[in-house]
């Protein structure tokens, strides 16, 4: 709002109606700038150009967490991890010491966060390479660390406060060399590399693991044709399961990529006490366990791809007991129509407490929320871009979540997840 | 007026604010909304000096409409503004432009498979001129110099043919045969005046099936330039892509004879060929075959130096796994080489424009504003390929506006 002059300017200006007149020219003046910055800016926008609001009283309330993620980690820059309202306003930020990959909330609203430290990728068999988890507070201040050079992909917070990651270890060659398919004398630097869950607690001390090597079967787990056998299951995803669905003990469910499996881990002794039907998963990413016992994930359906005609990636919801799939999400049944929501990489899939289900295309850097009925209710190009060497600005995400305010513990009141539109309105710097 | 301002004068500040309110409400209206966007929200005009002059013409697929409903073909301006439409009455695959400013449409029924069955030829007041119907025709078209048209139709090859064809998933043979590919001339009186077959010209062991293939049609011409004067013999060709196994052949008329066929490997799923001023093809390369790589790579536009087999120009996003990945499209695709140097292309699947300089720099993108009935989760904005037309490409029939309209004329608000 423009400022009104000092009073002793106000003394001499009141001349009657003249000055009235000027007030109301500027009173109008400031309602026309009101009325075109109401709704013409949006700092954020869909697919199309539109509002990220497709249907304001469909969609979740609750913030989205996104973590643009960077490539130019070797290059040790820093990232912003946003925490955004429905229109992709800011509400909230937090500045990582690297490159962030993947970040969550805790019930305390603190920051978990792959961050990656510097690192010579041609030491690594494949991407996704992070070496450092950090627990930020709501101030950005670093309370927790876990150093581990082989930390990659995935990790996930359990209830106790212990953190869960995905890490590699090299496989004896008395497994690897038993392990079947893939491109013959690919493997890195004479070497097949396998995964590992490791528990770490509050003082970053290990206190529990489980080797995927050693519980995967050479004979059915065998490396995908034309696949590089560098590293074998690709373990991209992890989720605690308090309880699991088919003997209500404590487990792991995990997405093995390379072996296009989504399988249940009891943690009691490390045996898979589930795996998803063969066909049912391919390249799949972020498997979670949903209140009704069914399993959620992004099935990227990257072997689909050469299938004719050609099939898109979509979000299956299957039940681990019967082993049928109950739910699925792809854009329409047709080649074209269905291409459009592919992703060969990364990917993320989440049944939010209304019934809606939150989808983050991260290799496009596209978010969606359709309802139960697949309606779409919202949906949102990731604003928030990184410096990257490409053409097209970066703004991909190996997957984003969404926060109730029921889920965290907020230490502020933070700025409404649904601002009135007249706040929403701060331009983005578009330009001609 | 006057008056008002000598009376309050002392207040220099209140006439200030005044003068910074009205400024700041034009500005606002000057530039933040666009009837068309790019990716990102922002306006599709990076960089107006480097953007090439002309208008796209934007063929949204579309299907039938059982209401009667038309489909539309948009010429657009650099802002993605409409500054000219047709109206078609069944779906639309492809179109283009002639030099009179004629527009020619392929049009389809069914979203799946690039079939085709009618090329029609409308004029500037949508008056259809000209049709051809086939009902085994798929995919391209080209509007020849001497008028004629040239386009591809499928045929059931003679099965003691068809079963010498290598490679491919066993079993996947459909009931009817194998489909080969012809590609015909037609004249005006929609006359077959001059034809070709892909099968009597290759090889069945040396042009197999990829292994991942279905068995349902050997090559699947999805594209093809006629050649004047081909850059290897200098004779009148065709220039074709076989999307299905992986090549790029030049075809000389006269005999039918391939006489130059892309190096092994060098493309995969392409789209779009043309041959450019300096004899280089260019060409849409989807790169499917690279699917399974680690780390994976995603679709290019390659400049192909036909003499010495060598790529001398190739546009990528990137040379990483996840961000190359963000460039790629399975299906469809265009690119085109632009009088100023300039390469628009078309990345179909996605309805998303761009354009780039020589040196890669990106100066104009647009996401696809017209969107088509769809059963999909998201608007439909898919199309074949688009194409950017020049004032020296076309003699409009009437004066269009500009194709870089001055910024106030651009703020008619989207509907946000």
Redesign the interface.
Known sequence: MPKLANKSQLVNISKGINYLFAVFVVLLASLLVFQTTTCQGLVAVGMTGKSPIIDINKVSRGYTLITPISQRSDTGGKNVVYLTDLYGQPVHKWTTEFAAFYSVLDNQANLVTAIISPFDPKNYPTGARTGLIQKLNWKGEKIWEYKNDLIHHDFAVLPNGNVAVTVWEKIPKTISDKIKGGIPNSEFKGEIWGDKIVEVDKDGKEVWSWSAHQNMDTNIDVFQPSTARSTWTLLNGVTYLPKDPIEGKEAYLISLRGVNTVAIVRKEDGKIIWRSPKGAFSGQHDATLLPNGNILAFNNNIDAAFSNPPTGSNITEINPKTNEIVWQLDNGAKGIENKRFYSYLVGGAQRLPNGNTFVADGLQGHMFEVTADKKLVWDLVNPFTTPETGIFPNNAMFKAKKYTNDQVDWPTKLKSDLPKSAEVCETLDRFI | MFK?FK??K??V??VT??I???A??FE??A????D??N?????P??N?QKTSNGYVLISP?SQKSEKGEKNKIYLTDSYGREVKSWEVESGVFYSVLKPNGNLVVSQQK????GKTGIIQEQDWNNNIVWEYKNEEMHHDFKVLPNDNIALTLWKEMPTELAVKIKGGVAG?EPKTGILGDRLIEVDNNGKEVWSWAAYEHLDPILDPFPD???R?AWTMINGFSYLPKDPIEGKEAYLLSLRVINKLIIVRKEDGQIIWKSPEGMVSGQHDPTILPNGNILVFNNN?GE??????AGSNILEINPKTNEVVWK??????????????????GGAQRLSNGNTFVSDG???HL?E?TPD?E?VW?L?N?F?TS?????????MFKAKKYTDEDVKWPEKLSSSKPL?GE?CE????
């Open positions: 008002l009376n309050i002392p207040s500040s209140l604010l005044l910074l309110a009205t700041v409400g606002k209206t530039c933040s909304s666009f068309a966007v990716s990102y929200g922002s306006s005009v990076l107006k697929f069914d979203l799946a498979g996947t991942y293939s279905a349902t499917i699917i399974y790589n680690t780390p994976p546009l990528e996003n990137g040379h990483k796994g996840l961000e190359n990945n963000r460039f790629f499209s399975y299906l469809v699947q996605h309805g761009f780039v890669k990106l993108d996401e504003p969107l769809k059963t999909g989760i998201w608007p439909n904005n898919a910024s651009i608000k989207l509907g946000r």
